[in-house]
């Protein structure tokens, strides 16, 4: 199994609360979050680790210098040189990737989600992307995302409004780099406008839906929400 973490994230919401370092490093419970993100993994068949890494990109790999030996993967860097959006990259982390299917978490979002069951649906389906959904109640944060019940085909994206119940894109994706064709996209773009909404329009993006845990640091209240909670989450591994 193979991972993608973007963790490249400026982190301008959270310069309040956080600074110096980029948003995946903003430390919950007296460790960076990333170390929340790689010890979640540790519960997978992990083999290797991409870090798609831009701004203040130095932190992260001093910190893995030191750290990434007690983590049983292997842990490469994808290097943005300028920003290239999120859909750039994911498309330069994908070239340091050696599977057919490679799973994406963002840096700054930890959602609790079965990946080997992910996986195997995600196999089983004529996906180029699958995305894992989590059932939320009185939101107006994230999207709406409306999927077929039937066959789990992701219908199309609603924006941000006041939303009574729904599902929600929780930020973790798979990827399938046979199906999925990045190549004529400029440097930098979108992946969730310039990506996800053109391919759910063609029926390729399918979801799954998930009730784990699920947190996304960006903004401050959620972020000490995390210094609360993380400890009981992570109990075992402190």
């Known amino acids: 199994m193979e991972i993608i973490i973007l963790a490249g994230g400026l982190g301008t919401r959270l310069r309040s609360e956080v600074k110096d ?89 930890f959602f609790d ?16 992307i699958s995305i894992a959904m989590k059932p939320m109640r009185d939101f107006d944060r994230y999207g709406r995302v409306m999927v077929d019940d039937e066959s789990g085909c992701i219908e199309r994206f609603c924006e941000k409004e006041p939303c009574a119940e729904g599902l929600i894109n929780g930020g973790v994706y798979a990827i399938s780099r046979k199906r999925l064709d990045l190549t004529a996209l400029p440097e930098k773009f979108s992946f969730e406008k310039e990506v996800l909404e053109p391919e759910s329009a063609r029926g390729c993006v399918y979801g799954y839906v998930s009730d784990g845990y699920f947190i996304d640091i960006g903004i401050p209240e959620d972020y000490h929400k995390a210094d609360r909670e993380f400890p009981h989450l992570f109990d075992e591994q402190l």
Request: with cysteine; proline share 7%.
């Open 21 to 109: 370092v980029p948003k995946c490093m903003a430390p919950v419970a007296g460790k960076p979050f990333l170390w929340y993100l790689l010890t979640y993994l540790k519960r997978y068949p992990v083999s290797r680790v991409v870090l798609s890494v831009g701004y203040l990109r130095e932190v992260i790999k001093d910190w893995i210098a030191e750290n990434g030996s007690r983590f049983p993967y292997e842990i490469d860097y994808a290097v943005e040189e300028a920003p290239l959006g999120t859909g750039g990259g994911i498309r330069l982390a994908l070239d340091k990737c050696h599977d057919e299917n490679v799973l994406v978490l963002n840096g700054d979002t």
């Open 113 to 128: 989600v079965d990946l080997d069951g992910f996986m195997a649906v995600h196999e089983s389906r004529p996906a180029s």
